[in-house]
């Protein structure tokens, strides 16, 4: 396992473990059975760490995942199940590891800096990198990215064969011009009610 600088870590900076790469691998398919394979990390195109891994099924809805590695001088080596769950819409499956540490279903499990072992993220009560921006700071960026975002739709919508109804109803493409604007509405009262606190002497949370 590499060593990190040492600074107050979020999750954007820890090494990840996802669903989402095994299922692209094809590692989560029903026809798939014992696996070995690793997960590397670079950083500058320089490789920075590296974990082996065994995929063993247990029954179609229950596999066993078991990490291995160094951290350091010491050997790691543990187990956790990775458990599947219907979809909210029928007829298919939703993949999950379960944290070995917090017990909670999660899609990604992660480690960092001065950890020795993979978890779901509140097991290091870790922030990700916008939950560190003050208040008003992430208020600015918000309402800046609502606008572009409304400004795309819009544009969209203005486009040649675009319709903003059919048959008297609005078009989904419509649907989500309206739905951007109250959001981006809702947005810019905020913006304007901190900065005006800012105006009048009051902490903005670094706004102005």
Known sequence: MPRFPRFEPTIGESLTISISTLKRWGHLKPDVLILNGSFSWSRGGEKIASVTYHLQPVNADLKCLTLVYRHGETPVRYSLDVVAAPTNLGGGKRWFFICPKTGKRCLKLICPNGSHYFFHRTAFGLLYECQKKSKGDRVYK????????????????????????????????MQQVLKWRKKTERQTKTFWQISRKGLNGQEADGLL
């Open 142 to 173: 918000n309402t800046f990215d609502y606008l572009f975002k409304l400004e795309d739709l819009q544009e969209k919508l203005g486009s040649k064969h675009r319709k903003s109804h059919y048959q008297g109803k609005p078009t989904p493409l």
